[in-house]
């Protein structure tokens, strides 16, 4: 791999206490082409525009999929990745189902080994804070014929990031607007799904929501996930989420979730979740807590939901899943507690 360092670094030009999500990009990245029916020497350089031709394939029939991981800085000032192969192999998913050729397991691995070592000092360490890694790959061929490219270019960027806040969130269920379908791409962590999600998104703000959680696209009475977070739902005592499928994304967090609740006893089920039942949970007291998890907002507890014209607000309980849950995960994360499943990767 051929690394071109940045002349200066702008690390000291950055108020790393007013940093807004995916705003701000270290000093580097990470490029790799494919061309020739092969995947050529990959390079890291200086962070900067790229060059593309205004036919270029990407822009024109969104053959783009994308990950989305975080490295973090102990007290030692160690250098932690969790579960990066989950992301390697999601991205790999992701782009056989959009006609993507697969990408070395060696070449990203090379790369984000790289990429943190040069570009450490700007992983933040205060609490809850991270280094966002963005590793994104896409159709880079110019021309507008509608048919897979010829050529693709494989990227890493990567953003200091502070601890999610999204305040208390509100999530409205969504009844009439898909994100997506059986048969589909939902799965996928495809560009489209995001900008498909913008418009729902933004009129369920209007009335004062953060979010939608995304229901099935046939009946839409089953929960499925919510914004770029899979969900979990407690009725009494069971934890309970929905089964992966191919319209819902396969989430580290949720997966990682599920292991932990289980070795910690509580009473897990991955089965669909009617929303009738979160209504009749609601009435009856038995729904104690609805959360959303992911990468960027680890565990963010529903403060209550809206269905048909209702609201219905849920009270955080004392003995919060949520709370418990994610003090184990950041605590694996950030190398302050044991991690029994192996799931740190040290960088450095
Ligand atoms: C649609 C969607 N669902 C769920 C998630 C959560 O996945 P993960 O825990 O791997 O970040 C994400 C974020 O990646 C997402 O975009």
């Known amino acids: 791999m051929k690394i071109t360092p940045a002349k200066t670094s702008r690390r000291d030009q950055i108020d790393f206490d007013q940093l807004t999500f995916g705003q701000i990009f270290t000093d580097h990245m990470f490029i790799c082409d494919f061309k020739d029916g092969a995947w050529q020497t990959p390079e890291i350089v200086p962070y900067g525009p790229i060059s593309i031709a205004p036919s270029m394939s990407a822009l024109h029939y969104g053959q783009a999929v994308f990950e989305g991981m975080k490295a973090y800085k102990d007290t030692a000032g160690g250098v932690w990745l ?3 192969d989950e992301n390697f192999n999601r991205i790999n998913r992701s782009s056989e189902r959009l006609s993507i050729p697969a990408f070395p397991k060696e070449y990203f691995f090379e790369g984000l080994n790289a990429l943190l070592k040069l570009d450490q000092n700007w992983i933040p360490t205060d609490a809850g804070s991270s280094l966002y890694v963005r590793p994104f790959v896409f159709a880079n061929t110019a021309g507008i014929q509608a048919s897979p490219a010829k050529e693709y270019r494989f990227m ?17 269920v969504e009844e009439k607007f898909s994100r997506a379908a059986p048969g589909g791409v939902g799965y996928a962590k495809a560009a489209g799904n ?8 933004g009129l369920a703000q209007k009335e004062d929501y953060q979010q939608v959680i995304w229901t099935d696209a046939s009946a839409h009475q089953n929960l499925e996930e919510s914004g770029t977070m899979n ?3 407690r009725l ?3 934890l309970i989420t929905a089964p992966t499928s191919d319209s819902i994304l396969d989430g580290v967090t949720r997966k990682s979730i599920l292991q932990i609740a289980k070795d910690k006893g509580l009473a897990v089920s991955v089965r669909p979740i009617a929303i009738a039942e979160l209504v009749e949970g609601h009435a009856s007291g038995a729904l104690k807590e609805v959360f959303g998890c992911g990468t960027a907002v680890v565990i963010s507890p529903f403060e209550g939901f809206g269905f048909q014209n209702n609201y219905y607000p849920i009270e955080a309980p004392t003995d919060s899943f949520a709370q418990m849950l994610k003090e184990t995960l950041v605590g694996i994360q950030y190398n ?10 040290k960088v450095l």
């Open 82 to 84: 969790f579960r990066p």
């Open 336 to 345: 302050t507690l044991e991690d029994p499943y192996n799931w740190r990767y």
């Open 231 to 233: 969900v979990f739902v």
């Open 236 to 238: 009494n005592d069971e």
């Open 156 to 172: 890493i960027i990567c953003s200091p990031v502070k601890a999610y806040y999204s305040g208390a969130m509100r999530v409205k």
């Open 194 to 201: 995001y900008a498909a999600q913008f418009y729902p998104t």
